[in-house]
């Protein structure tokens, strides 16, 4: 399965490397695609205060050291059309954030890379309608036919991370995953799936509780691969905290994802 995990953005060289040692085991488990994730910058922020991250030329050096030192594919985030060509040097996929996901410049533009685009589902999107985001990064490289595989061999994932439900409050869908199997690789980023937008005071809360449960729930129902941001103290993360794992948790998550998706293999 794919696994892409690491801080949700870039703290510290201190934090991104201890995050990432913990995290060798998974680049190392022959069932695992591994690749390790955190932000340079956290551009869709709730408040003008809140963390962003070190900015586009700090956090890419930082990424690739990790990259030189640990051996691991990397993953982060763009938001403007600029930014695709320069990241893609460091980073082997380039992440659409949920609130881009409709903005053609920005697809277009990591489509023009060699890198595996990932496309989050925005939180108002019908899961259907992300056929067109990912024909639209399909047809740029000169691909004229849709499905999942011809997707994965164009290097096109897709990403749930649950939709708007009221106030403040995200739901997860568990048919989503499987009509947007129809046309790409389906990921759960099962941290950001607890998130409540804006509901901790100028900032985004979250209930990490039950992250576990609901990854169960997608590894039952079946899906490509799971993303979860995980940190070293997440009580005392500067972005994301709320919903962020500890690296025991996400071992254990892990753990029963694995037990699952095995006890589906042997029927």
Known sequence: MILIAGPCSIESRDLLFSVAEKL????????????FKSSFDKANRTSLSSFRGPGLQ???KLLDEVKKEFGFKILTDVHESYQPKVVSEVADVLQIPAFLCRQTDLLVASAKTDAVVNIKKGQFL??????????????????????????????????????????????VDMRSFLIMSE??????????????????????????????????????????????????????????????????QLDDAINDIKKITKSLREG
């Open 126 to 171: 019908n899961p259907a309608d992300m056929r067109y985001s990912v024909k639209k990064v399909l047809e740029t490289r000169g691909v004229s036919k849709e499905g999942k595989e011809v997707a994965r061999e164009n290097g096109v994932w897709l990403t749930e991370r649950g939709s708007t439900f009221g106030y403040g409050n995200l739901v």
């Open 24 to 35: 060798t085991k998974y680049n190392e488990d022959k069932s695992i695609d591994f690749y």
């Open 183 to 248: 046309f790409a690789p389906v990921i759960f980023d099962a941290t950001h799936s607890v998130q409540m937008p804006g509901m901790a005071g100028g900032s985004s809360g979250g209930k990490r509780e039950f992250v576990a449960p609901l990854s169960r729930a997608a590894a039952a129902v079946g899906v490509d691969g799971f993303f979860f941001e995980t940190h070293t103290n997440p009580d005392g993360a500067l972005c994301d905290g709320p919903n962020m794992l500890t690296l025991q």
């Open 58 to 60: 700090e956090g890419l």
